[in-house]
């Protein structure tokens, strides 16, 4: 049974940073696309990241780019986000989610995902 598991969100002031984990098992993943998502309250779910089977490949949301960081480790099974000058819009849930392609056709949708994580929350406020 294929699991993912966020860690690093919590609390941090507008200009900080955060680093997040997504620890993934069940299976191997060294071939497949991973993302960030993040759903803040009252609004729908939206892309931040994703990072291709071998690293080779990113993409990232406009919002984000330039300040947040997607990479991963396969040895471990993790991606990671690293997010620097965090701003209040910044606050959501963010969710980890693998597709089984090596890139999906549509990276940035999350119905090309297969499998998610429950999240973790980020609160950027001063």
């Known amino acids: 049974q294929v699991q993912l598991v966020e860690s690093g969100g919590g609390l941090v002031q507008p200009g900080g940073s955060l680093r997040l984990s997504c620890a993934a098992s069940?299976?191997?993943?060294?071939?497949?696309?991973l993302g960030w998502f993040r759903q803040a309250p009252g609004k729908e779910r939206e892309f931040v990241a994703a990072i291709n089977w071998n690293g080779a490949i990113t993409s990232y949301a406009d919002s984000v780019k330039g300040r947040f960081t997607i990479s991963r480790d396969n040895a471990k099974n993790t991606v990671y986000l690293q997010m620097n000058s965090l701003k209040p819009e910044d606050t959501a849930v963010y969710y980890c989610?693998?597709?089984?392609?090596?890139?999906?056709?549509?990276?940035?949708?999350?119905?090309?995902?297969?499998?998610w994580g429950q999240g973790t929350q980020v609160t950027v406020s001063s």
């Open positions: 069940g299976r191997t993943f060294s071939s497949s696309t």
């Open positions: 989610a693998v597709s089984r392609r090596p890139w999906p056709a549509r990276p940035r949708l999350g119905v090309d995902y297969d499998h």
